[in-house]
């Protein structure tokens, strides 16, 4: 095991007996929302994956170690800390060596949970190609990591604020398949359809497990994107998600919002301008992606146990 890896009795447990596990991130915890909605979604997320036959390890760095499986109480550091760094790929060795302490992102935590020979993450929706990258060259490392390291990633597609049209264009570029449930159509986190369609659509948890083996089998190395858009009722209109979006990103312009400060800004302006129907569907999806996850995690335990 990695000297740097702390793994939570519940988890090594769970290696112990075959179970499945589900890795889940902490930004969202510490960045993604506000206080105390973001601790009381991470327990319900973690509680959703224990009632569909899985074990969760929500994943973040304290003290300079990379904890897989959070207790109440470390999950509460999370969601309380207001100097919680944000960790991407390149930030988690200054975390380790400082022994500090960090959120960690989808790059950072689909890095951890390979290293924890963990094959599914939950998430509310992938990094991509930012607009207007073209001029900032803003691509979040999330599509690097998805390109590099072997771990299936449950979202609600890409989130809204990206130009999805260009992050579906570089996961094709860098082999990564993307998997839609449900519907032909990729997910835009907010809303159900982006537009595009992904590669290919499998419903069936044992059908994802099956392609995702193969794919694995066959030394692809990549990770798998699983699109899983939000229910139905809980989704936004495509319109007015649209106009927030443009009016926050005028507003992050103006003020020279750029890096990694761009997506926390983003959210949090489309928050208030939604008047907070944004938070409702982003705990909606993300208890939904759980869902997803688990049934996919014990689809490919199975896989692992024979």
Request: glycine share 8%; hydrophobic share 45%.
């Amino acid at each position: 095991m990695n000297p740097h890896l702390l793994i939570s009795p519940e988890v090594q447990a769970a290696r112990r007996q075959g179970t499945a596990v589900v890795a889940l991130e902490s930004t969202i915890v510490a960045h993604g929302m506000p206080w105390p909605q973001n601790l009381e979604t991470a327990l319900q997320v973690e509680h959703t994956v224990r009632q569909h036959g899985a074990v969760p390890a929500t994943i973040a760095v304290l003290d300079g170690r990379l904890c897989v499986g959070l207790d109440r109480a470390q999950l509460e550091r999370v969601a309380t800390s207001p100097d919680m760094a944000k960790a991407s790929r390149r930030d988690l060795a200054y975390a380790v060596a400082r022994r500090g302490h960090a959120a960690t992102t989808v790059a950072a935590t689909m890095i951890v949970a390979h290293l924890a020979d963990i094959d599914v993450f939950v998430t509310g929706g992938i990094g991509g190609v930012h607009r207007g990258a073209a001029e900032s060259f803003d691509i979040s490392a999330d599509l690097q990591e998805l390109a590099r390291t072997p771990v299936a990633v449950v979202c609600a597609g890409a989130k809204s604020i990206l130009d999805i049209s260009l992050t579906l264009e570089y996961l094709e570029t860098h082999g990564v398949p993307v998997i839609s449930v449900g519907q032909d159509a990729f997910a835009a986190f907010y809303c159900r359809d982006s537009g595009f369609k992904a590669d290919f659509r499998l419903d069936d948890p044992a059908e994802q497990a099956a392609f995702i083996r193969a794919h694995w089998d066959l030394g692809l190395g990549s990770g798998v994107v699983v699109s899983n858009p939000v229910p139905e009722a809980d989704a936004l209109p495509a319109d007015l998600v649209n106009g927030w979006i443009a009016q926050a990103l005028a507003e992050a312009r103006q003020q020279n919002i750029a890096g990694k400060g761009t997506t926390p800004f983003l959210l949090a302006r489309i928050k208030t301008l939604s008047q907070g129907r944004s938070l409702a569907t982003n705990k909606a999806l993300v208890v939904h992606n759980a869902v997803a996850g688990a049934r996919l995690a014990v689809a490919l335990q199975a896989t692992r146990n024979g």
